[in-house]
Each structure stands twice: as C-alpha cells, then as structure tokens.
C-alpha cells in the first residue's frame, strides 16, 4: 500500500492499494495481494458500512463546510457548482442536523438495520433526543 500525503490546500489525501479485478462467473471481484476476495474478507471483519449512508454525509458535511467558510454566498452557487439540483443539496445537508452519536454510528456501520439514507430523508426531528427515539439508540447519559 502507498499513500500520498494529505495536501492542506485541496483537502486530498490519496491511498494507493494494489488489488485486482477478476471475472468469476458473470461477476466481477475485487482479489487483494494475496489472491483472496476483498468482500468476504470485509464481510468476515465485522459490521458492514452502508457506503451510500456514508458517502451522503461525506457530501453534506463537505457543502456545509464550504458554506460556512463563505466561498459560496449561497446554496444555489453551491448547487450549481457541484451541478446538482438544489432540493437535493437541502435533503442531503438536512443530515449535518443528525445526532453525534447516530452519525458515529453510521461511520462505523453500527447502526440499526431500519437506518437507511431512505429513511432518513423523507425526514427526522431536530432533537437529538427524539431522532435517538425515532430511530431506535439509547438516549446517552
């Protein structure tokens, strides 16, 4: 594995792992270094990201960023930049209002089965309180 280092001006950072792809059957697979497949390999490791959960936040909290910072005066230039509709922009950025610890969750794969980017969107309370009730965790301490 080679890695570039992290680049404070473009916020990269770049990792490089040697894999392979292989037909079996009429599939594609990812084989590691090593000759075995990278998906049961994952699936063996533990809880399973919901990567278009994961990447949905990625996405939000990076436009929330960008707003805050003020290199955009507005979501609509954001929108147009990123071209993408700007309704769109507003259900996925509607996540930054989530929990803490539900969000730490869904980085780490951990969260309920009934959890999905779905249903999230179709809308949530902005208490931290009630989305923890909504949505099935115990409320902390």
Do not use: C
Request: net charge positive.
């Amino acid at each position: 594995m080679s890695m570039q280092a992290y680049d404070d001006e473009t916020k990269i950072l770049s990792i490089t792992v040697p894999v392979s792809f292989k037909r079996r059957k009429s599939r594609k697979t990812i084989v590691s270094p090593n000759g075995k497949n990278i998906k049961a390999i994952v699936e063996a490791e533990g809880p399973k990201q919901d990567m278009t959960f994961v990447s949905a936040l990625v996405k939000a909290f990076g436009w929330q960023e960008k707003l805050d910072s003020g290199k955009y005066a507005s979501p609509k230039e954001l929108a147009e930049k990123e071209k993408t509709e700007i309704t769109h922009m507003y259900r996925l950025m509607r996540l930054t209002l989530l929990a803490p610890d539900i969000i730490q969750a869904i980085m780490d794969g951990q969260q309920p089965r009934a959890l999905t980017l779905q249903n999230v969107v179709r809308g949530f309370p902005v208490s931290w309180r009630e989305q923890r009730t909504m949505f099935g965790f115990d409320d902390p301490v």
